[in-house]
């Protein structure tokens, strides 16, 4: 039998080879009398069977193109309950995203991701070239370089939710410029100024974008927004560093009529992930206007069940307004993850929420099942 595994293996490879298919093989050897028709029966009901397991165990496929390209994608549906009135229990479709990935020489990448929830939008469109491991351009549409949970991939975020401040302040749902899904159209250079081994004890990103979002030409004027950020890894698990964002909003009033008002981001972060155990945090203050806001938030994790259940909690801070007396809101998440495998998850959160002057009962339950191909 283990001949037989080996030879249907061999024949796989042979037929992906040289475009012949494993019939057309067992066949021939079939009439050589090579094999019998019973053992040719049992190496197809083999080869299949490696083949359907081999399938099962890629993380993402290679579609026919011209040129090689890897297609993934995901989707996620939320059911929540809210405690507070007005609010109705419900399900919906949080994300759908299809993204395209591929290499047209080794140093020149591309990539376009695309959200089919509500109003399809193109939410990454840009290419890479990678000249050294220090040096690389990127230009497009993509995620500006600020704030650890703004760079996290919506599929790979440990909570449901993102933390307050990074919703309000790194161009998401309660920016002041919209919900922009943390991105711009720019121009930007990065790479690892430090390197032992595979560890990168330094890596940097300073981009240049026209601060109106995804999507969006740069129309009211020729002023440019600049973002960068730096971070250190000292040792592996460990890293920290902060980010800056220097920028104008064009999409409210402004203060002075006839001029954009300033739109500015200060961020520090710190991260330490180990096997089973994590540890998370960071701050983030701006400036809209005259209008100075801060946030910050810790979050720790832990696997019950190693790489499968995983527990979490959060302390998330937010202040809109810094001169502004008693309207600081607090969130207390609490939850777990399960993976079912590389691509698959449940996940279960709770939130208290608690805000400073009139108290309003507005916790909330929410539970997200994530499956990606």
Sequence with gaps: MRI????????????????QSTNDILNLLISNKTISQSQADSIRAEAALGQQQADASRKSFFITAARQMQLIGYTQIRYQTFQES???????????RIDLKGSVIPIF?????????????????????????????TAGQFKIPFSMENLTSSNKIEMIDRSQVVEALVARSKDVIGNQNGRDIGIQVGGTLLKIKDLPLVEY??????GSG??????????????????FTPIKGLSFGGSFYKGWDKAIKPDVPGQSQTRNRLGAELSYVLSRFSLKGEYIAGKDGKTNRAGWYIQTGFFVIPQKLQVLGKYDVYDPNTS???NISTNYVFGANYNFNSWSR???????????????????????YQIGF
């Design 4 to 19: 037989l595994v080996s030879l249907s293996f061999f024949l796989l490879f042979l037929a992906n080879s040289f475009s």
């Design 86 to 96: 007005g609010k109705h229990n419900s399900f919906d479709i949080r994300r759908a």
């Design 109 to 137: 990448s591309y990539r376009l991701q695309a959200d089919l929830v509500d109003k399809p939008k193109m939410i990454d469109a840009y290419g890479e070239i990678k000249l050294a491991d220090y040096f690389s351009i």
């Design 205 to 210: 990103r300073l981009g240049v974008f026209n």
């Design 214 to 231: 995804i999507n969006v030409a740069d129309t009211a004027n020729n002023a440019k927004d600049l973002a960068g950020r730096l971070i």
């Design 324 to 326: 502004t007396p008693d």
């Design 346 to 368: 449940l996940q279960a959160f709770y939130t208290i929420r608690q805000e400073e002057g009139t108290a309003v009962k507005n916790n909330f339950f929410s539970a997200q």
